[in-house]
């Protein structure tokens, strides 16, 4: 057989390869909200597969793990999770982010549950597979029994739990209260009229920021700081084995879930009255469509083929007249 009978019988073949299902699917890939939520679903995934897998070893591994461990776990997590999906649907990674981002016209509502269902769903993929691997110590380190308080609880590894010194209501408060600085220092990382992280940065110092916020405060409520971290995680262990106290203990199960948009909402409006509207403003002119979409550039560096999107974990960033941008998605 010549080279060319081979060439066109290999021709052949990947066409025959390629039914028309294959072909329907990469069609259906392509699609915007199906490469958004896949990219919320598979950077959430990667953030809580390396944090949880740092509170296990902290939990279950004697010196094998610690707190600080625990902060580099979920900081570097988002790292990750930034560069994954960054430049496809801004990784937001974070229910609290998406819920400002759409409050405060950035993005549409229709893309809310979207997002939100592909970063539920990575979380409580990661909340399943860190039981896989982690499954023999936890069962070793309780003696066999799934409990949620003592001193043999293995709840805490999956979610936050409310600690003795602290009150349900003081709790709350907590969380807002760390997350509105989560979304403050988030703004002024990416807010390119002020003093932003240098381009292609923006994702480390994003997890360095999320590294501090644990390494100060996450001492008082666990710094759940997002529904998508707390409650699919919780969600998995009520049906793998720890029960209903996963949501009864302290009533705190409903915290991590309402107070994180309240403090992310807040801590946007927070910057932009008080830093967004004080930043000088160079005289507005009228511009061509093609300069004003020069200004549509990423936070993060450009590493897809596709229209460039603003970053990952900023809602918001401020317009030339001193308003929330309402810059959607392409």
């Known amino acids: 057989m010549t080279q060319a009978d081979r060439k066109k019988r290999s021709t052949r073949m990947s066409k025959m390869v390629t039914p028309p299902v294959v072909t329907r699917m990469k069609a259906v890939l392509q699609k915007e909200m199906v490469r958004e939520f896949l990219a919320e679903f598979l950077s959430t995934f990667v953030m809580m597969v390396f944090g949880l897998g740092a509170i296990a070893h902290m939990v279950l591994g004697d010196k094998m793990g610690s707190y600080l461990g625990v902060n580099l776990g979920f900081g570097f997590g988002v790292t990750m999770g930034v560069h994954m999906a960054g430049n496809i649907s801004g990784a937001h990674m974070n229910a609290a982010l998406t819920f400002t981002n ?15 269902l592909g970063q539920f769903l990575g979380s409580f993929l990661a909340a399943a597979t860190i039981y896989c691997l982690f499954y023999t110590a936890i069962i070793d380190y309780s003696g066999g029994r799934l409990t949620v308080t003592g001193p043999t609880a293995t709840a805490n590894i999956f979610a936050t739990y409310l600690p003795d010194h602290m009150t349900l209501w003081r709790g709350f408060l907590d969380e807002v209260l760390v997350t509105g600085m ?38 008082n409520s666990g710094y759940a700081i997002n529904p998508s971290r707390d409650l699919p995680p919780r969600f998995f262990t009520f049906i793998a084995g720890w029960g209903t106290q996963v949501f009864s203990a302290k009533d705190w199960w409903w915290v991590p879930v309402v107070a994180p948009p309240l403090g992310a909402y807040l801590g946007a409006i927070i910057y932009l009255i008080f830093i967004g509207s004080s930043i000088q403003q160079e005289p507005q002119i009228l511009e061509t469509p093609s300069t004003y979409e020069d200004r549509r550039t990423p936070v993060l560096p450009k590493t897809m083929s596709h229209p460039p999107m603003t970053s990952s974990l900023t809602p918001v960033s401020v317009s030339p007249d001193n308003r929330p941008s309402v810059l959607s998605h392409p």
């Open 102 to 116: 759409c409050a405060l016209g950035r993005m549409s509502w229709k893309k809310f549950p979207v997002y939100v």
């Open 182 to 219: 989560l979304q403050l220092c988030l703004l002024a990382i990416t807010d390119k009229g002020n003093n932003p992280a240098l381009q292609g940065t923006q994702a480390l110092v994003i997890g360095i920021l999320v590294v501090i916020i644990g390494a100060s405060m996450g001492m």
